[in-house]
Nanobody, 114 residues
Framework: QVQLVESGGGLVQPGGSLRLSCAAS??????MTWYRQAPGKERELVAT???????DYTDSVKGRFTISKDNAKNTVLLQMNSLKPGDTAVYYC??????????WGKGTMVTVSS
C-alpha cells in the first residue's frame, strides 16, 4: 500500500516561514501536489510538480511558496514564506502514479496567527 506522510506544519506568526515535507513510500509518481483546506472552505490546489520538474502554483501563493522534490528520498517539499493568516489550513499531499492512480496523505495543520 502506497503511503504519503506529511510533516512540518505548526503555528507561525504572520510573515514567518514553514517548510512542509511529504515522504512517499514509493517513487512511482508522475505528479505530486499540495492541496489545502481551510475551515469551512473547499479543498484547493496550492502547488504541483511533475515528474519532469515542471511546477505550477495557485495565484495566491505565487512568489511566496516554492515546491520542490528530492527524488533520492521520494520526498516533495513546500517552502512557504511570508505566510499570511489566510494561509491557515490543513495541507495535504497528493500523488498520482503514471497509470493515473491517486493517493492522499492525512494532512498537516498550518496555523498563521499572532
Amino acid at each position: 500500500q502506497v503511503q504519503l506522510v506529511e510533516s512540518g506544519g505548526g503555528l507561525v506568526q504572520p510573515g514567518g516561514s514553514l517548510r512542509l515535507s511529504c515522504a512517499a513510500s514509493e517513487s512511482i509518481f508522475s505528479v505530486m501536489t499540495w492541496y489545502r483546506q481551510a475551515p469551512g472552505k473547499e479543498r484547493e490546489l496550492v502547488a504541483t510538480i511533475s515528474i519532469s520538474g515542471r511546477t505550477d502554483y495557485t495565484d495566491s501563493v505565487k512568489g511566496r511558496f516554492t515546491i520542490s522534490k528530492d527524488n533520492a528520498k521520494n520526498t516533495v517539499l513546500l517552502q512557504m514564506n511570508s505566510l499570511k493568516p489566510g494561509d491557515t489550513a490543513v495541507y495535504y499531499c497528493y500523488a498520482r502514479t503514471l497509470n493515473g492512480v491517486g493517493y492522499w496523505g492525512k494532512g498537516t495543520m498550518v496555523t498563521v496567527s499572532s
